[in-house]
């Protein structure tokens, strides 16, 4: 796979330099502390003409920057509901969020309130791609992503091993976030970006809840309402 962007790279130089086989460079590049960086964790580099940085990876975002890595690697669910159980770590389900922008951003929201993980189907949804980590901006450090067959299976044996599970719904007996008392172990399902959490995932769900909204009569981006939530629950379980 390929990092680009400075804060992309230079977050996986600090928190996992061995991940890194090389880091090319513009060669105009000029960013002594980058370099340094770079040296100092044995990073074998590579500098190129921008034609030529271009060819290995085209963006517009590359602030001459590429570093070529392993490929991301996912979690096993089972430990992440481990850590769900014992260290009150708040486990994040996806249903069939497609688009990378909304991945990429959920990651680097979550790693900035801590203490969660996320959890994405294996079809019919974005996978943990190069885009995504571009928008995530170092978050796959601080992050643990299982990926599984089955969503609602997942959600079943979490609620198994004591999970309670809300969703981020819009039904009618959904209630507004910030009049719930937030349960812990705790899960939640956030669903696409077009038609939100599917009925059979839905009927999983403990407790539906939504975000008061006295404004128009629209929807927020699924990365947005993730940090909502997040952060409410976050209060809560301080």
Not at 34 to 55: G, Q, Y
Not at 83 to 93: A, C, H, T
Not at 129 to 140: D, F, K, Q, R, S
Request: charged share 25%; hydrophobic share 40%; aromatic share 8%.
């Amino acid at each position: 796979m390929y990092l680009y962007g400075k804060n992309s790279v230079i977050e996986r130089l600090k928190k996992n330099p061995k991940s890194i086989h090389t880091v090319y460079l513009e060669d105009k590049f000029n960013d002594n502390d980058i370099e340094k960086l770079i040296s100092s964790n044995n990073v074998a580099i590579k500098k190129l003409p921008p034609d030529k940085l271009f060819k290995i990876k085209y963006s517009s975002n590359l602030q001459g920057i590429i570093a070529e890595t392993d490929n991301f690697q996912y979690s096993d669910f089972e430990e992440l509901l481990d850590e769900g159980i014992n260290k009150n770590d708040v486990l994040i389900f996806l249903d069939r969020v497609y688009d990378p922008q909304n991945l990429g951003a959920i990651m680097r929201n979550i790693a900035c309130f801590g203490g969660f993980s996320l959890i994405i189907p294996k079809h019919k949804a974005c996978e943990v791609n190069e885009t995504v980590l571009h928008i995530a901006c170092g978050a796959e450090n601080h992050v643990k992503v299982a990926m599984v067959s089955n969503i609602s299976n997942a959600i079943i044996t979490a609620k198994k091993n004591g999970l309670w599970i809300m969703g981020a719904v819009l039904s009618p007996d959904a209630k507004d976030l910030n009049t719930v008392s937030i349960p812990f172990p705790l899960g939640v399902v956030f669903g696409s970006e077009g038609e939100g959490v599917r009925y059979g995932v839905e009927k999983r769900i403990d407790i539906k809840a939504k975000i008061p909204m006295k404004g128009a009569n629209l929807s927020y981006n699924v990365s947005m309402a993730a940090a909502i939530f997040c952060y409410e629950i976050n209060k809560q379980k301080k």
